[in-house]
């Protein structure tokens, strides 16, 4: 399936359950993909969008390409980083939140599918 570029809209605490979620947009779109994350890992977040956060130099750093968010099962996301090394691109598994943190460092697309946008994803009427 095409996969579909996402830009961080906010973080934020859910009113209704007091939870912390990166609300994820569909550019150019009004279409919203909620991911819940811990208090952690949204202060990371956050602290990475206002630039900040203490500097980490992690060594992934330098090779990320691209994050993607490629599965959704039992309300629960699953994610990717795309490396490149050695001229070949790889993927590897990565909590959500920590791929998006590194996305936000590294300035780098997120990425999605059709089929997680239309399971989980929401659509805002104006």
Not at 73 to 82: I, Q
Not at 100 to 106: E, P, Q, S, W
Request: charged share 20%; hydrophobic share 45%.
């Amino acid at each position: 399936m095409a996969q579909i570029e996402m830009v961080i809209d906010s973080v934020r605490q859910s009113p209704v359950n007091h939870q912390w979620v990166v609300i994820l947009k569909k550019k150019l779109a009004e279409r919203y993909l909620p991911v819940y994350i811990g208090l952690s890992q949204a202060n990371t977040i956050k602290g990475e969008l206002l630039d900040v956060s203490p500097s980490k130099t992690l060594a992934v750093n330098s090779g990320v390409k691209a994050v993607k968010l490629d599965k959704f099962e039992n309300n629960v996301f699953s994610a990717k980083l795309v490396l490149a090394a050695l001229g070949k691109s790889h993927e590897v598994d990565c909590p959500p939140a920590e791929a998006l943190a590194i996305a936000v460092r590294t300035k780098v697309s997120i990425f999605t599918d059709g089929e997680i946008l239309n399971k989980a994803g929401i659509s805002v009427c104006a």
